[in-house]
């Protein structure tokens, strides 16, 4: 089958279609006939191997794991032993986030994962829209209702709108009854209003940190501005809520913005400060699923790339200009 792999850290450039084995399920697995997959960027670091503390999980000197892509979507082509939740011809999806050692990952034609962390498709979908909704819904998902507690009427604030946590976590809070405010670049404003946002606001021209509304919640997924600078516009008990930022530490990469959220959180009582940090369910990606399945919740792809140029979907993403997912089919 063709997959593919990379041998030591480094840029795109390091990375290889080849042809390797298919795999064998073991006696939990599923093996899916992969047709989707989409890019994070995790893939990326993994990719670089950079934050290095990453390599204590991935491989101190090489990757662990030589397959790449994190998110599936396809249909079981066969089934382990012990699994009797499946069968061959299911349409399944999910990801593979904390599977750091054995064989190919999701840029491959098949791949085995233990059948606990695999969902039903919802048959509304396309495998490409299935794709990209696992490990960016989920982390939205975490985000805005498990650390965030977003609840009807309140005021929320999503920093980074546009990427694929954002534009979940934008369809998430208006889900839980918020009123929605979307910071994101100009570009991506109209697909902001076509999501449901409430207000759009474009980073370039506008400091929402200077404006004298005042949010509940402010999901951060980009750290485009200081914590400390955030704290102006949070309510009385409003919670920030720290997903990502840019990866510019060499040692712990974007856990250096997560550092002055956590300072805030022992020098300021008056607010509620976290950082997301939960692995993907199975039973949260059903409720995803069912949500996808009702319409409430709207996969958006910005462009699709076949397996053999993974290379440039990675490059392309790494610019930050995708305005939603970036799509693998296979």
């Known amino acids: 089958m063709k997959a593919i792999v990379y041998h030591h850290y480094g840029s795109p450039d390091v990375l290889q279609l080849a042809e390797v084995d298919i795999p064998e399920p073991r006696p939990d697995e599923i093996r899916v006939r992969m047709r989707a997959s989409s890019v994070n960027p995790a893939d ?5 191997g950079h934050p290095y503390m990453l390599r204590f999980q991935s491989g101190l000197k090489r990757p662990k794991n030589n ?34 050692t054995g064989r190919t990952r999701a840029f491959a034609e098949y791949l085995c994962v233990p059948a606990a962390i695999a969902v039903r498709k919802p048959q509304n979908l396309s495998f490409g829209e299935a794709a990209t909704v696992p490990l960016a819904g989920c982390t939205a998902l975490y985000a ?18 546009g990427g694929g946590i954002g534009i979940h976590a934008v369809q998430l809070a208006k889900y839980f009854g918020a009123k929605v405010t979307a910071v994101c670049s100009e570009g991506k404003m109209s697909l902001m209003s076509d999501i ?3 207000r759009v ?9 200077a404006q004298r509304t005042h949010y509940d919640v402010i999901v951060d997924i980009v750290s485009s501005q200081r914590a400390r600078r955030c704290r102006r516009v949070l309510a009385p008990q409003g919670r920030f809520v720290w997903v ?10 974007p856990l250096s913005s997560a550092l002055s959220v956590l300072l805030m959180s022992l020098v300021d009582r008056k607010h509620r400060w976290v950082c997301v940090s939960k692995t ?8 995803l699923a069912g ?15 076949p397996i053999e140029d993974v290379a440039d979907a990675i490059r392309y993403l790494e610019k930050g200009h995708a305005c939603g997912k970036i799509v693998i089919e296979i």
Not at 44 to 48: A, K, S, T
Not at 280 to 287: C, H, I, N, Y
Request: charged share 25%.
């Open 44 to 48: 990326g670091y993994l990719m670089r």
């Open 67 to 100: 397959g790449l892509g994190l998110d599936f979507a396809g249909v079981v082509d066969a089934v382990g032993d012990a699994v009797t939740v499946f069968r061959p011809g299911d349409e399944v999806f999910g990801e593979v986030s904390s599977l750091f």
């Open 144 to 161: 805005v209702r498990d650390y965030g507690q977003v609840k009807s009427g309140q005021h929320v604030l999503i920093d980074g709108a």
């Open 196 to 198: 449901g946002a409430d």
């Open 201 to 209: 606001i474009d980073y370039k021209r506008e400091d929402f940190t």
């Open 244 to 253: 990502g930022g840019p990866n510019t530490n060499r040692w712990i990469g």
């Open 280 to 287: 993907s369910t199975a039973e949260d990606l059903a409720m």
């Open 291 to 305: 949500l996808l399945a009702e319409r409430a919740l709207r996969p958006v792809i910005d462009r699709r790339y």
